[in-house]
């Protein structure tokens, strides 16, 4: 605890359960001294969110489905009675249709491709515009991408595609807002066992092979990506935007197996 989000309100969007990237990242700005509050889509959920919020002393807990403007909406409309302004937002929010996260991505559907693209790309720009007019002091904005956007993932297919867009959409917005203060940032996360991640088709054999081949021989904890989380959203970062940070072991810079690896 260093107190580094000390007076500093934000929001995170996309805890499922304990297991969340959302939830680490969350637990480790309260644990920084941040104010939170927190989004859950659909009452099932709320079940989870709320006790979760509560243990690190949050009781706004507001539905939001992206799918659904009027809820987005809802939400902003919320935050700014209840605080009038914001800090910083997560953005941990996903969604392809399991059937789509295997086989070929040529074989992605229309249908599949315009809800994967609203709700794991776009959803962010609708987000960050509400949230901005929020940030009269300025503020940090946060998204969760995958490499997946830049090398070809077996699997991954459509949300790649998605994720290389949000990537790009982290770009233009730290380039539309950057004169107010605000900046634009994604974590490229390594692989976690998580709701979402378990939708993609083999996803325990790439948790193995990139733990394997990986610099640092391991995968990532929620907390380390939380670590990433306050940096970017702290004052440490205030001369960062339009970053693509990758939180991985150092996976993204290997070309190939070592040979003991390779012999093994
Ligand atoms: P998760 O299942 O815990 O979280 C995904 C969240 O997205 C859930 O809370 C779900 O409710 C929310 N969501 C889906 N559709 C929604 C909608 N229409 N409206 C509102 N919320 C919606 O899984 P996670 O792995 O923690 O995913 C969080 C983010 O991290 C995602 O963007 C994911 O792509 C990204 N990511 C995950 C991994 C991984 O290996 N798990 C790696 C890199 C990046």
């Known amino acids: 605890a260093t107190g580094l989000m000390h007076g500093k309100r934000g929001l995170v969007m996309g805890v499922a359960n304990d297991h969340s990237i959302a939830w680490g990242i969350a637990k480790t700005l309260s644990d920084h001294g941040a ?8 009452e099932a959920l709320r079940k989870r969110v709320a006790p979760l ?34 800090d910083f937002v997560v953005h941990a929010i996903a969604f392809s249709d399991k059937s789509e996260l295997k086989g070929r991505y040529a074989d992605t559907s229309r249908e599949n491709f315009s809800r994967t693209m609203l ?9 960050a515009k509400r949230a901005a007019a929020m940030m009269p002091k300025g503020g940090s904005l946060l998204t969760l991408t995958y490499g997946g956007s830049t090398r070809v993932m077996p699997n991954y297919n459509v949300m790649g595609v998605a994720k290389a ?14 004169a107010e203060g605000i900046r634009v940032n994604a974590i490229s996360a390594g692989p976690v066992r998580t709701l979402a991640g378990a939708g993609i088709s083999d996803a325990r054999l790439m948790f193995n092979y ?37 939180v991985d072991s150092g996976y993204n810079i290997i070309s190939m197996p070592r040979p003991e690896v390779l012999k093994a």
């Not at 709700?119 to 987000?127: D, V, W």
């Not at 990506?225 to 693509?244: M, P, Q, R, W």
């Open 210 to 246: 990139q733990r394997a081949h990986a610099p640092l021989r391991r995968t990532v904890t929620i907390e380390e990506i939380g670590g990433a989380a306050v940096y970017l959203l702290s004052d440490l970062s205030t001369g960062v935007t339009g970053e693509i940070h990758y």
């Open 35 to 42: 104010e939170l509050a927190f989004t859950y889509q659909g």
């Open 165 to 178: 867009a949000l990537e790009a959409g982290v770009r233009y917005l730290a380039g539309d807002f950057g």
């Open 53 to 86: 919020a509560e243990s690190v002393g949050s009781s706004l807990v507001l539905p939001c489905d992206v799918e659904d403007l009027a809820s987005v909406d809802g939400v902003f409309a919320a935050l700014q009675e209840k605080w009038g302004a914001l």
């Open 119 to 127: 709700i794991s790309c776009f959803s962010f720009t609708e987000i």
